[in-house]
Nanobody, 127 residues
Framework: QVQLVESGGGLVQAGGSLRLSCAAS????????MGWFRQAPGKEREFVAA????????DYADSVKGRFTISRDNAKNTAHLQMNNLKPEDAGVYYC????????????????????WGQGTQVTVSS
């Protein structure tokens, strides 16, 4: 199992930027596709972005396309989510997730595919 720790959340004004990080440990990071999900109060957890094992392919929710960028550094066992032009509706707890997979080219947008989750980091966007 891989352990995940998120960081980088905080309070930002609408239009601002944040960069979330996810540090992985305990298992070879290269074996895992990574994803970011978020959950706002009273809402279900939703997919934000995903990246395959090698970092060559990404996928985004329509609501964040063109504003968010997911990346990973396999040498440093970290994944990142760069969030630009933040909107109040982007607020919530952001979770990093890892899915062990043999398919190096695959990305995964379904939460149930992931069996390793971080504790979450809060993102608040003021209008």
């Amino acid at each position: 199992q891989v352990q995940l720790v998120e960081s980088g959340g905080g309070l930002v004004q609408a239009g601002g930027s944040l960069r979330l990080s996810c540090a992985a440990s305990g298992s070879p990071f290269i074996n895992y596709a990574m994803g970011w999900f978020r959950q706002a109060p009273g809402k279900e957890r939703e997919f934000v972005a995903a990246i395959n094992r090698s970092g060559t392919d990404t996928d985004y929710a329509d609501s964040v396309k063109g504003r968010f960028t997911i990346s990973r550094d396999n040498a440093k066992n970290t994944a990142h989510l760069q969030m630009n032009n933040l909107k109040p509706e982007d607020a919530g707890v952001y979770y990093c997730a890892a899915a062990r997979t043999f398919f190096s080219a695959r990305t995964y947008a379904t939460a149930s595919t992931y069996n390793n989750w971080g504790q979450g980091t809060q993102v608040t966007v003021s209008s």
